[in-house]
């Protein structure tokens, strides 16, 4: 079978189309063929030799979606269509590939109204996005603020709040086309960084209130700006780095409200927290009431370029390679 596999963790050139054999069936492992895998700063940062943990050569697509060929059972028979994430692409071979072998309790069944490239990018994201906000206590009626609409965490949560009843589910983008684009999908608690500090546009849209959560994908500047926009009692939950690992903080912005701040990692989490967060998710999915984003598709052949498109162009929506 094909494979897009990181021979080396040292960058694009890195990254070879190779041929290799197709996965055994063993038990509990269901073997699907991979339709569309979606592209992640994950596969960014293990091929630039950044991630605790991987080891070359590696097949890189920590989730993807395809369709049951064997060892399903009656949950997933074969010719169902499923999507999964799981430590794929980071500890074993990933889903840039035409066969994998997927552990059976990674698996979900996609809805009949989500097709295969959209699916492809809905495990990472949304799981993340649900499980932050279960961690931060969200409720209805609360106020969230999540970074970046056109980024996949920033938009999934935005989308996962807003549809689960938050009060303001706002997030921001350091682009004014994005937020013109943003405005034009619907988005409309969207700062514009390029024209307003992020606090001050919480503080704006919230009249004076605050962010009560802060679900964080990006890091550096933005996560100090963030902090400074936490209600009382408020909470930030940090889970990326797009723009830096490291910042500065105002350590007050912490004091005064009485706020905190913990992180969040998916490879952690216990089974039941990713169970419950897919009933959420394709409850949702299927009532039309959050609808994944996708900006451009790639060939497999093209994983180079279109992790590139993803990290440098930053587009409005996922990147997701066709197998
Ligand atoms: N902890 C976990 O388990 C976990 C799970 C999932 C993801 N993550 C991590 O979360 C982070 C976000 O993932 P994602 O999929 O949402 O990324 P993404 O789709 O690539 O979006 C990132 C967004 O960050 C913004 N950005 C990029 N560079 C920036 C900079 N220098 N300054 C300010 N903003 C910048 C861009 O938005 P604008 O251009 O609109 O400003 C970009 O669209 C990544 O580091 C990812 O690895 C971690």
Request: glycine fraction near 12%; aromatic fraction near 6%; hydrophobic fraction near 45%.
């Amino acid at each position: 079978m094909r494979a897009m596999r990181a021979e080396t963790f040292s960058g694009y050139q890195g990254l070879k189309l190779i041929e290799l054999p197709k996965p055994a069936v063993t038990k509990g492992k269901v073997l699907v063929r991979i339709t569309a895998a979606g592209v992640t700063p994950l596969d960014h940062t293990i091929l630039s030799g950044q991630f605790h943990g991987s080891k070359p050569p590696l097949v890189l697509g920590n989730e993807g979606a395809g369709v049951v060929e064997e060892g399903g059972g009656t949950d997933f028979p074969v010719g169902s269509r499923v999507m999964f994430f799981g430590t794929y692409g980071a500890f074993e071979d990933g889903t840039d590939s035409e066969w994998v072998a997927v552990r059976k309790e990674d698996l979900c069944l996609i809805p009949d109204n989500v097709d295969d490239v959209s699916a492809a990018g809905i495990p990472v994201a949304y799981l993340t996005a649900q499980v932050a906000l279960t961690l931060a206590g969200f409720r209805a009626g609360k106020t969230v603020l999540a970074p970046a609409i056109g980024g996949s965490i920033g938009n999934a949560v935005t989308q996962l709040a807003r549809a689960l009843g938050a009060k303001h589910a706002m997030s921001s983008t350091t682009n004014h086309a994005k937020a013109e684009q943003a405005k034009a999908l619907g988005f409309n608690e969207v700062i514009d960084t390029s024209l307003e500090k992020l606090a001050d546009g919480v503080r704006r849209i919230t009249s004076g209130y605050g962010a009560d959560i802060v679900i964080d994908g990006i890091g550096g500047e933005v996560l100090s700006e963030a902090l400074g926009a936490l209600a009382l009692e408020g909470s930030l939950i940090t889970l990326g780095y797009s723009a830096s690992r490291k910042t500065t903080i105002d350590v007050t912005n912490l004091i005064v409200p009485q706020a905190s701040i913990r992180g969040l990692n998916m490879f952690a989490q216990p089974k039941a927290a990713i169970t419950d967060a897919w009933k959420v998710i394709v409850s949702l999915l299927k009532a039309g009431a959050i609808k994944p984003i996708v900006a451009k598709t790639f060939p497999l052949a093209e994983a180079a370029g279109a992790l590139r498109y993803l990290i440098e162009g930053r587009p409005f929506g996922r990147v997701v390679l066709t197998i």
